[in-house]
């Protein structure tokens, strides 16, 4: 029963409320067979495991027990700069790009051909610490620091600022270079091609993701 991505999901996870799909009708049939009784759900990294709670272990668990478990503990690996600003959805793999981008190119040759799959190229993991990296853009990174900073002391009002700054950033020519020859090898349009409004437009959104 994987977690299907969408903004659905992601605002049921956020919200602390279990929002999974199942795709078996065998596992679906078990769960309306307990309807109305208390289940224990785990999420794992592939699937929710499952199973009833007896009305023993609820009797001997109170509210004092549970606040007495400490949470898990989460570990974030921060994913580096592989030296690519561009990559075609061939390229995508776990380090490079998220769930999204994944499934587009998991799907690519594994349905059939009148089913369109959108053609897909992106910004690898790293790009924009990188970007930040570049001296045309460090006032935007000290910026980003100061603004950080006040975040973590309990200054909400900095998430707005934080925001309207990380659209500041320039674009490499590297970068631009990269974008638009993978771009074009994908037979995507390239939006410089129509005018440099239309590159800046496209460079708006990408920071704004």
Not at 138 to 149: G, H
Request: net charge negative; charged share 25%; with cysteine.
């Amino acid at each position: 029963m994987p977690d299907v991505l969408s903004h659905v999901s992601v605002r049921a996870r956020n919200g602390k409320i279990c929002f999974a799909t199942c795709f078996d009708s065998g596992i679906l049939s078990d769960l309306q067979a307990m309807d109305g009784k208390v289940l224990s759900l785990k999420p794992t990294s592939a699937d929710v495991v499952y199973r009833e709670v007896s009305e023993s272990e609820l009797s001997s668990q109170s509210s004092d027990n549970l606040e007495d478990v400490p949470p898990p503990s989460i570990s974030l690996v921060k994913k580096q700069f592989v030296g690519r600003y561009a990559i075609s959805s061939e390229e995508f793999t776990n380090d490079l790009v998220g769930a999204k981008s994944r499934n587009i190119g998991y799907l690519k040759g594994k349905v059939p051909s009148w089913v369109g799959i959108p053609t897909s190229v992106a910004l690898p993991f790293g790009v924009f610490e990188k970007v930040l990296s570049e001296k045309a853009n460090q006032a935007v990174s000290e910026k980003l620091q100061v603004l950080k900073k006040s975040l973590d002391e309990g200054d909400q009002g900095a998430l707005g600022e934080i925001r309207k700054t990380v659209l500041g950033p320039v674009a490499p020519s590297e970068l631009v270079e990269e974008l638009k020859s993978t771009m074009r090898s994908s037979d995507m349009p390239w939006p410089g091609d129509e005018s440099e409004q239309r590159w800046e437009q496209a460079w708006s959104a990408i920071k704004k993701v």
